[in-house]
């Protein structure tokens, strides 16, 4: 039941039967623009001969990945320590507090936090050099 019909106003300067609506009008529109814009690249042709660049990777036997750049130069990824960094600091603190065992223990645990982190990124980094 017209809720505008029981309590004796005209409803029909307040129908909406007919009029469009212009916000419902506007989403729908914008909508539709953003299901079309993701489209369009993959709707555009590609002219002429554009190579790009993959590189291959290979990984020696001691866990390093390298490639050959495009400039014909051979360019190697490893480790940048971080892991070890983190878990030779936790080490190193819990070592450290153990060690310092007079007063308050925090100039131990600091210095052994230091200590290991530099310690455990050293050894995860390993002796490999990329030239």
């Known amino acids: 039941m017209d809720p505008l019909a029981t309590s004796g106003v005209d409803s029909s ?3 909406t039967e007919g009029k469009e609506d212009p916000v ?3 989403v729908l529109a914008i909508a539709a623009t953003g299901l079309m814009v993701p489209a369009t690249p993959a709707l555009a042709k ?5 190579h790009t660049y993959q590189p291959r990777y290979q990984t020696a036997s001691n866990g390093v990945r390298y490639w050959q750049g ?10 940048n320590g971080t892991t070890g960094l983190i878990i030779g600091a936790a080490a190193g603190a819990l ?4 060690i310092d065992t007079r007063g308050e ?3 131990g645990t600091i210095l052994g936090a230091a200590a290991g982190a530099l310690l455990g990124r050293q ?4 002796s490999v050099r990329c030239r």
């Open 46 to 50: 590609h002219h002429g001969r554009h």
């Open 105 to 107: 223990r925090a100039t």
């Open 123 to 126: 050894v995860q980094r390993g």
């Open 24 to 26: 419902k009008k506007l």
């Open 70 to 79: 495009q400039d014909g130069r051979y360019y190697c990824k490893r480790s």
């Open 95 to 98: 070592a450290g507090r153990a």
């Open 13 to 15: 300067k307040y129908s």
